[in-house]
């Protein structure tokens, strides 16, 4: 029972932490980066509900609007950078 | 004043069993406020000079030594100083400036070489590192260090001249440190060349500083990064956020509450993942 969702949030984090070196040692990506580092993680939130059969309209717009919040941060940073 | 902080931070029957903090609504809020920040960042950015900008430290006369020392490091001999190439990259760096763009072939299709030509500097081999947005020289030299061809630039046997400009300016709408360094050597030059004895750096060095030179310098050094302020306040709100998550889940997990929501834990991974590289980005282009 323990080792779906551990696979689910060790996936999540190795793929966060692979974007997010590319994110750092290519500046000239992150634009492209900071989009599919949101992306991911808003796709991630509805499979991995959609798996658990939790995924409500309020569960969607929750991960969406902390994929756009961050993907907004990333972008806004990148740009000052 | 104790409740309100209860409802917007902590799961009750107030906020439906989630922090109010962590509603759509307020997210979209957070959305709003660092959209609304950004464009003021670069209003001010644009229209009061000297507020906000790049505290750059980075001067010629360092950039110099510290290719020099690169080269010595590496057991060659160090670049002259050449006037000509000084004033290519000025050109340079006036054209991007003037031109609005960051390459180093003009819109136009003016090469890196063309600039060469223009002053009479008569190339055998030429070459050109961009930097831009820094903010002390040690990064620029460490950045061009750490890619190929523009180590190769700084540590080639072929070059016997160098030329660099830094320029303070607003560039594609934000303010910047911008900085230009060629390299050459002219035709009809030994090579590998002898060690003349190094020109001092301040005779020859065209470090513009603002209100000489390029058009559309600015007369303010500004006394606060747009950077800074930005990761500052990216890293707070993130930090807020971390916080509430943490203790909502707790709460939630020690109450024993269900409820339809994220998961806490992903959300966690996710903004520590963002905090992490909010605290790992250093500012900083080169081409």
Redesign the interface.
Known sequence: MLAKPFTS?AA??VI??AL?LV??NF??SRFTISII?GLS?FL??LL??FKDK?L?L??I???L??S???T???I?????? | MIKTLSHLFTPQPSNNYKAKTLHISSLSIFLIIVMISQILISFIGKNVPGVLGIASSITAEDLIDLTNQKRQDNGLTQLEINPSLTSAAMQKAADMINKNYWAHTSPEGRTPWTFFKEVDYQYLYAGENLARDFLDPQSVINAWMKSPTHRDNILSRRYQDVGIVVVHDTFQGQPTTLVVQLFGTQIGSALPSVDKGIQPAEAVLAEITPGEGVAGLKDKIPFLSSFQLTKAMSISLTLILLSVIIFDTIIITKKKIVRLSGKGLAHLIFLGILLILLLGIQPGLIL
Request: hydrophobic letters at 60%; zero cysteines; charged letters at 5%.
């Open positions: 949030y999540l984090a966060l932490a997010s994110f750092l500046p000239a580092i993680y991630w939130g991995t509900h939790t409500h309020s569960v717009l929750e991960y609007a902390i756009l919040l961050a907004t941060i990333l806004f940073i990148s740009l000052r950078a």
